[in-house]
């Protein structure tokens, strides 16, 4: 689970978190979850031309995030395919209620062509769920 701190940046105007700040925040922990799974994409990108973009996305919607909030969010693998992994992510706010949900298909490109996930994300293969 990663946390963050809600500014001024990432709100409208009434200092409710705008709804596609919710993507900016869901790749900063999926970067930091990577990076914990000893996955430094910066290096893959600029080494190796390896990229991991998001093909689809879907955001569900429960209570409003503020400003001044700290939320956490939680980072989990739902589904692997040869090319693909399916991530959930739970938004959680500082009362530890959910206020969003989303699952993110995540995709491997290698020089610009689709590449098997397993090979630069080998943390997942003992475990294909939940890791």
């Known amino acids: ?7 001024y940046r990432d709100t409208d105007a009434a200092g409710v978190m705008y709804y596609a700040n919710y993507l ?5 922990a999926r970067c930091l ?7 430094d994409v910066a290096k893959l990108h600029f ?4 990229v991991f973009p ?27 395919e040869k090319y693909s992994l399916l991530v959930k992510q739970n938004f959680i706010n500082s009362k ?6 989303g699952k993110f298909k995540i995709v491997c490109l290698e020089n610009g062509k689709l590449c098997p996930i397993g090979k630069y994300l080998i943390f997942f293969q003992d475990d294909k769920k939940n890791k």
């Open 24 to 28: 900016a925040f869901a790749e900063k």
């Open 54 to 80: 998001v093909r689809e996305v879907n955001i569900i919607y429960k209570k409003s995030l503020y400003l001044g909030e700290k939320i956490w969010i939680t980072v989990e693998i739902e589904k692997v």
């Open 1 to 7: 689970m990663y946390s963050f701190y809600i500014s």
């Open 47 to 50: 080494e190796k031309n390896i």
């Open 96 to 101: 530890g209620e959910l206020s969003a949900t």
């Open 33 to 39: 979850w990577l990076l914990d799974n000893n996955v």
